[in-house]
């Protein structure tokens, strides 16, 4: 006599999932434990066309691009996650006439945002580009790249009130001014002179508008102190 779990996992076949663009790890040991999973590097338009035949879901990250002749040729698919924030390289209206739900992950990488852009500022202010090019050529010119110190001084963070947080949190010795301009777009510029107003330095994330939004937001990063 089978018993009803038994007869549960006869019935329920465990959806399909592929996953390209080296998706983490840990992440594909997760999804494994409710869903079979196939993974594949970065395929071509026809490579992926091949792969995704009976699939439920897809995985990407930046890589793969997921066009609408992909989605043409992928009857059983109905989700696509993107393991990351923008979804550039899905073609989100294809995917939605063919009722494909498209999702992301705006804050999975916020932390590693975070440290590469303090690791930027940090370099930027010692001047460690300049320095490690100077000492390629055969010099030993410390004075000159002696730069500035960071302690005390006050952080802009201008459009992405997520990162401002995150840098909140690791600069304990910085002030940090926010100011979110994603609400509109032509608060842009205005965040970056609000910024200024009280900086010293400056982080300006997302993406500028038109010609003149970009040339006012130059105009304004001119006005940093060297």
């Not at 073609?91 to 739900?101: I, K, Q």
């Not at 459009?159 to 609400?183: A, E, P, Q, T």
């Not at 993406?207 to 940093?224: D, P, S, V, Y």
Request: charge should be positive.
């Amino acid at each position: 006599v089978y018993s009803w779990r038994h007869t549960l996992s006869q019935v329920m076949v465990m959806p399909r999932i592929l996953a390209c663009d080296r998706v983490s790890a840990a992440g594909i040991e997760l999804l494994r434990k409710s869903a079979e999973v196939v993974e594949l590097g970065a395929p071509s338009e026809d490579e992926l066309i091949e792969a995704l035949s009976g699939c439920d879901g897809l995985i990407v990250r930046s890589a793969t691009k997921v066009t609408a002749r992909v989605l043409e040729h992928a009857p059983a698919l109905r989700v696509i996650a993107r393991a990351g924030v923008g979804v550039d390289n899905i073609d989100v209206e294809a995917a939605t006439r063919h009722g494909v739900l498209v999702v992301n992950s705006p804050g999975g990488n916020i932390i590693a945002a975070a440290e590469h852009t303090l690791a930027l500022l940090f370099a930027i202010a010692r001047r460690i580009p300049a320095a490690d090019a100077s000492l390629r050529r055969g010099e030993w010119k410390r004075a000159q790249f002696t730069g500035r110190e960071l302690r005390g001084k006050t952080l802009g963070c201008s459009h992405d009130m997520r990162l401002g947080r995150v840098f909140n949190r690791k600069s304990k010795h910085w002030k940090i001014c926010l100011h979110d301009g994603r609400r509109a777009m032509q608060n842009l510029c205005g965040g970056i002179a609000f910024s200024l107003q009280a900086a010293g330095l400056l982080e300006l994330q997302g993406r500028l508008g038109c010609n003149g939004e970009r040339w006012a937001a130059t105009q304004h990063i001119g006005r940093l102190c060297p």
